[in-house]
């Protein structure tokens, strides 16, 4: 499923009415008329109540125009609260204006802070309100009285509904533009934009619908938006059903390189999510000295042992013993647990650089690759790696709160510059491909900001690699699957608590509801 960007959603309005010869005006009716559906389905009792528009003197403040006139043609007491002098209106949002006034439909002008002053009493008799006042263009901060306005509208907690975005929201990253309109719906127009979906943005959102208002499929086609949200029915496609012959041998074997004194765990959960995500075998590389502690840990996975450094971290040393282990796998996932010393650094460097097969990175594995990212670019295999926001922020050099204001764009550089798919896990994961593909997850809940999530995933992803999954699949249908089994864990056992492990043993079960 696309979802667009405001500049990619201004092309295809543009070429809609400049190539295809469908109106602005055409569009905007569209809208409107799919927008008024989605109210009266949404709100009840819409007819016998005060409703304002507050609009602006753009095209969302035109949408706002032909909702008011399609309310008032049905008997509802609309006014429209217009934040601008009504000769700043132009194109088809002024066409519209001038049937509201042909109509004898209420606009008031409030232009400025003055006027809204005098109005404001007026408004605070209104029962519902539509925001029509900021589109999917805004970028910069909501100053002056148009913030003063939101900031109003929100403290009446009256029910809003918002046309396209809620205003004050960005619709390509989702961050709060100094003030934002908080709805309880939001009917946006052609496709969802990522702002809906990411936070803050779709805790602005509330309900969303989508509107078709008419663009030509082709137009879609020619434009190819490169951001998507993960759907049940796009991974359901990537799931092939298993040969009646099918046996241990035929379903892929990882290897995973992990643990250390302390964090056997990570390891252990690392290895059977690969195994409860379907890979026929799994190999877990350990240092030497865990293995008394993983053997009672993981029963089917089979262990083998590492050298270790006197710390009992594996180093270097490992490096030829790795090589020869991963002859027959179709997988190598690292990281979890192995630690942060110099000679682990330079194992995970070569590592990266000599590794036949697809490497999923995760946890201590990115932390050895701060400040040396460049090696990422002289990989012979494909890459994953599974950054949460802090590790994000090392890899590239930043602050978690830098990362988080625009995740999307964080991580599609990242895999385009260094070739390589990026999971940047968090609420609504973000999944970046080296064509500059974006999807977002929409699976998941709080009650994952628990230990040991991140190693499950790892290895689910590992797992689904091995067999025979594209890097791409593996990674949308693990972050999916994940999300999706923590969801359905959260509606049984409450919405937080539940364990990492939890989550890994409902992954077949999630898999059956998915798989049809």
Known sequence: MYLVTASEMQEMDRQTIEMFGIPGRVLMENAGLGAIRVLLEQFDNIINKKVGVIAGRGNNGGDGFVIA????????????????????????????????????????????????????????????????????????????????????????????????????LNSDTGQVCGACIRAQATATFAFAKSGHILLPGAEHTGYLEIIDIGIPDYIVKNIRPKQHLLTSESICSTFKHRLPDAHKGTTGHVLVVAGSVGKTGAAAMTAMSAMRAGAGLVTLAIPESLNPVLETQVLEAMTCLLPETENGIIGESAFDRIMNLLSGKNCLAIGPGIGQTAETKKLVHRIIKESPVTIVIDADGLNNLAGSTEILKKSKAPLILTPHPGEMARLIDSTTVSVQKDRVTCARKFATKFNVHIVLKGAKTIIAHPE?????????????????????????????????????????????????????????????????????????????????
């Open 69 to 168: 006139r399609y309310l008032a043609q049905k008997g509802s007491d609309v006014t429209v609260y217009l934040l601008s002098e009504s000769t700043g209106v132009k194109g088809d949002a002024a066409a519209n204006l001038k049937l509201l006034m042909t109509l004898n439909i209420p606009v008031i002008e409030i232009p400025d802070e003055q006027s809204f002053s005098d109005y404001k009493t007026d408004m605070l008799h209104q029962e519902l309100w539509i925001d029509a006042l900021l589109g999917t263009g805004l970028k910069s901060n909501v100053r002056g009285y148009f913030k003063k306005i939101i900031g109003f509208i929100n403290d009446l907690e009256r029910p809003v509904f918002s046309v396209d975005i809620p205003s004050g």
């Open 436 to 516: 500059g593909d974006v999807f977002i997850n929409p699976t998941g809940n709080p009650g994952m900001a628990s230990g040991g999530m991140g190693d499950v995933l790892t290895g689910i992803i590992a797992g689904l690699v091995a067999q025979g999954f594209s890097p791409e699949s593996a990674a949308h249908t693990g972050v999916y699957l994940h999300g999706a089994a923590a969801d359905k864990l959260a509606e049984k056992a409450g919405p937080f608590g539940y364990l990492a492990t939890e989550v890994m043993k409902a992954i077949p079960g999630q898999i059956k509801l998915i798989v049809k």
